[in-house]
């Protein structure tokens, strides 16, 4: 009787804990102080509110919500993430331990010009740090949220075996750390989120990335290698207008029934809209160049929460794809590769004619909220490949392409 008591008793907790909290998050002014999430170390600064927003510059607390795609590690053998940076590096002969600790942030940040929105992220940038290991390698992982988060958080893994793929060991409280020892036993592209319920509303604010577990002997060589996630974005704006016709609106609330609808209001790389395009394009930011006859490897997840992606590069083939995130099954000179929600795939091509390359989900509307990135490729023009015979200069300069 008294075991039944104490079972009782604990599924009630949870129950009372979970109610209590959602309704904390569902009544919480966004602007008030339970979301002064502080500016995360590494942020770079850009977004700063325009003239005519509705928000104050201290309201924003979140610069730069989006993780460029080369913020990745460039191999399997750090030992160490912490504070956005990965060390200790090792010459591998065998298995390792990666120790990755997390730090949760909730937030506002600005995802298009003028327009705002609350944003939960892991570093505090979406999407999350990529986590790369291979094969037989320990990840002891540490989760930690901050004292000002309005909510606990998780992760479930995908590439965990294990109840919850993590998550039942990493539920953390706001100021508290969890701590959860794994072997990674599968090698894929896996993606990472956070489970706490309501699942789809915490996914829906930012909180998502990838673990790459390289199979043992580790991937090919490439030249470039570069981190995408998509996903949509649910806000009390609905889903009939395009991502430049939500500029200067102010701060948009999140919408649990346009997901419910599968109406986003965004569909975005890499957390906001045009967040790797312009001087953010891959191959164009912070002095990375590719070049003609350069091999580049995309890890490319899909948190949906609810579409699928049809990735697609225009003006490229895939050369190869790991189908679904799988080593084991691989594809090859393909147009456009299949995400699942809650997915992922590897793509690799080498470039071989200069320009700009657009990546697009090929569900094509999608562009117009906002999933459109953009590889900028430099090198001698090559006719033998790509030759201009007669064009009219004005028109192709403004098709984008
Ligand atoms: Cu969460």
């Keep these: 009787m008294a075991r039944v008591l104490v079972v009782f008793a604990a599924v009630f907790s949870v129950i009372f804990f979970t109610l209590t909290y959602l309704a904390v998050t569902h009544n919480a002014p966004l602007l008030g102080g339970g979301a002064s999430a502080t500016v995360p170390a590494g942020a770079t600064s850009s977004a700063a509110p325009v003239a005519g927003s509705s928000i104050s510059p201290d309201a924003v607390t979140i610069r730069g919500i989006s993780r460029h795609p080369s913020d990745m590690p460039d191999s399997p053998n750090y030992t160490v993430y912490e504070g956005g940076t990965w060390s200790k590096p090792v010459r591998r002969t065998g298995p390792i331990t990666i120790t990755a600790t997390f730090q949760i942030t909730e937030g506002i940040a600005q995802v298009v010009d003028g327009t705002y929105l609350e944003y939960w992220t892991f570093d505090g940038a979406v999407p999350g740090p990529m986590i790369r290991g291979m094969e037989g390698d320990t990840l002891d992982f540490h ?131 045009a967040s790797v395009t312009g001087e953010r394009a891959i191959g164009m930011f912070n002095g990375d160049v590719v070049k003609t006859g350069d091999t580049v490897r995309l890890f490319v997840g ?49 470039v071989e004619v200069p320009g700009d390359y657009t990546l697009v989900d090929h569900a094509i509307f999608r562009i117009h909220k906002g999933a459109v990135a953009s590889l900028h490729v430099t090198g001698a023009d090559r006719p033998d490949i790509y030759q201009s015979i007669t064009y009219s200069k004005e028109l192709a300069g403004s098709s984008g392409h």
């Design 302 to 350: 899909n948190i949906g929460p609810n579409f699928s992606s049809s990735f697609h590069a225009i003006g490229e083939i895939f050369d190869t794809v790991d189908v679904e995130g799988s080593f084991a099954l691989q594809n090859h000179w393909v147009q456009s590769t299949e995400i699942p929600a809650g997915g992922a795939v590897g793509v690799e091509f080498r």
């Design 143 to 273: 989760l930690k949220n901050s004292a000002t988060s309005t909510m606990p958080h998780d992760v479930d893994f995908h590439a965990v075996t294990g109840p919850g793929g993590g998550a039942t060991r990493l539920l953390t409280a706001p100021g508290a750390e969890s701590e959860l020892k794994v072997k990674l036993l599968h090698p894929g592209i896996y993606v990472y989120h956070c489970a706490f319920p309501d699942i789809p509303t915490h996914i829906s604010h930012g909180m998502y990335g990838l673990i790459v577990v390289e199979p043992k002997g580790g991937l090919p060589k490439v030249d470039h290698e570069y981190y995408l996630m998509q996903s949509e974005l649910y806000t009390d704006a609905g889903g009939a207008k395009s991502a430049n016709e939500l500029t200067n609106k102010g701060l948009l609330q999140y919408d649990g029934t346009n997901g419910n609808l599968e109406e986003p209001t965004f569909v975005v790389w890499n957390g906001r809209p």
